[in-house]
């Protein structure tokens, strides 16, 4: 019997450690811009659901940067572009090509890297 190989897979947790000087601001935009469904502050973070995870902004005081990379998915790609620039969020596709790739990238107000995809 061969031995079970070993596998990954994401977990139910995703969490931002966000410098003080941005964390409010970044709050907002998964609250008021994204409009993530809000689960609430719980252990001293806002919790957000992150599809089938938890999306956990976490306030450090001793961080000058973060950098996490996360994707959202979106029903109308073209409308979220004019969406998400009538909100101040600017396209950031030079951080990473994707040919044949209908997404685009962004970044949330504290930089973290977002990828704009259609639904599957």
Known sequence: MEKDVLQF???H???LKIPKFKYEETVEFYKDVI???????????????FGDVT????CMDNYAQQDVWLEIQT????EADVYLKQ???NRRDEV????????YWISDPSGTIV?????R
Do not use: C, M, T
Request: proline letters at 4%; hydrophobic letters at 30%.
């Open 35 to 49: 409009k993530l469904p809000y689960l609430g502050f719980k252990s001293e973070s806002h919790a957000f659901q």
């Open 9 to 11: 897979k994401g977990g």
């Open 87 to 89: 909100n101040h969020i």
């Open 96 to 103: 990473e090509v994707h040919e044949d790739s209908k997404g």
């Open 55 to 58: 999306l956990w902004l976490d």
């Open 75 to 78: 029903n109308d790609l073209k």
């Open 13 to 15: 947790n995703i969490a």
């Open 115 to 119: 990828r704009v995809n259609p639904e």
